[in-house]
Nanobody
């Protein structure tokens, strides 16, 4: 079955950077569009970025442009989320999802931006 394992989260100061990873198994990763979604405390799920099987990317919100980037390594069945200039409002649990923002996702990795 689909299995997604996120890692790389942590506590970072405002302005800092993190790189999240998501290792996938149980499906043909190279043909799947992959998403990063996040859920902030007390809020619903928010789509962050997506990357198609051909490498095309989409970003959801203007606030993330220039700060967040998604990439994939099909040889490693891994999708990445590089986050720079992090802000307190980026604090959330970050998940990768298969196929759609509401698709199967992993257990998530906590990102906390705080001084």
């Amino acid at each position: 079955q689909v299995q997604l394992v996120e890692s790389g989260g942590g506590l970072v100061q405002p302005g800092g950077s993190l790189r999240l990873s998501c290792v996938a198994s149980g499906f043909i990763f190279s043909t799947a569009t992959m998403y990063w979604v996040r859920q902030a405390p007390g809020k619903g799920l928010e789509w962050v970025l997506s990357i198609s099987s051909s490498g095309g990317t989409r970003i959801n919100a203007d606030s993330m442009k220039g700060r967040f980037a998604i990439s994939r390594d099909n040889a490693k069945n891994t999708v990445y989320l590089a986050m720079n200039n992090l802000k307190p409002e980026d604090t959330a649990v970050y998940y990768c999802a298969q196929g759609s923002p509401n698709g199967p996702r992993g257990q998530g990795t906590q990102v906390t931006v705080s001084s």
